[in-house]
């Protein structure tokens, strides 16, 4: 579904860093591992399509994503690739449905109610519905950014650092909340971090 080949990024001030080629299929669950400051982020950054590498492709079902540009990479990232970031990024101004339903209009397509429901059904938030962001835990808040990144049923679910501040309980109740909502919703997940707790869990691993 999605591949690597011969990516490179180079910084400013001249470092580089060379990614090995990497396969990843429909509904696979990868680690992405390293220490901090060896490139997860910025490859992540470059498999949403958010950043063009120097060198290299990224193909998703046959698509050079980096050959797009504009609206229709954006288009294209808000149908395809779901994105869980370390900081939640949801609209203050938007209660809970809102901010899904401006995640479906962004990427333009029909809000799907059914499907919005049953996310937040299982993600044990749907009675949360018009609450706002500022009116939600830190929980709650990781919960709804998981629901977003989902609402248009993308091929690709990514996940930034999401246990790096968390205590063993909460972490596997995050990763498990991951691992369940990708499979249910056929989604390819890759997880970044530096937590080795989360190896228990995935056995794929992609090593920078």
């Known amino acids: 579904m999605i591949k690597i080949r011969n990516l490179s990024h180079n910084y400013t001030g001249g470092r580089r860093i060379n990614f090995p080629d990497w396969d990843i299929d ?22 949403a399509g958010l950043l063009s590498p120097t060198e290299g ?13 504009g609206t229709a990479l954006d288009r294209f990232r808000g149908r395809h690739i779901g994105i869980v970031f ?20 962004l990427a333009g397509l029909t809000f799907d109610d059914a499907h919005a ?13 018009k609450k706002y962001p500022h009116e939600l835990s830190q929980g709650q808040l990781q919960r709804l950014s998981v629901a977003r990144a ?9 996940a930034d650092e999401p246990t790096s501040s968390l205590d063993d309980e909460n972490a596997f109740q995050v990763l498990e909340m991951l691992q369940t909502q990708a499979k249910n919703n056929q989604a390819a ?13 995935i056995d794929k691993s992609y090593l920078l």
């Open 117 to 129: 429901m049953n996310l937040l059904k299982d993600l044990g938030i749907h009675e949360l519905r």
């Open 86 to 105: 370390q900081q939640t990024h949801l609209i203050k101004a938007l209660n809970a449905i809102q901010n899904l339903q401006i995640a479906s209009s």
């Open 150 to 158: 989902l609402i248009n049923k993308p091929d690709l679910l990514i």
């Open 57 to 69: 492709t990224v193909t998703h079902n046959e698509l050079n994503l980096h050959s797009l540009s």
């Open 26 to 47: 429909s509904m696979d669950q990868w680690l992405l591992l390293g220490a901090s400051g060896k490139g997860k982020s910025t490859l992540l950054n470059i498999l």
């Open 189 to 201: 997940l890759v997880i970044a971090t530096h937590d080795q707790r989360v190896s228990q869990r």
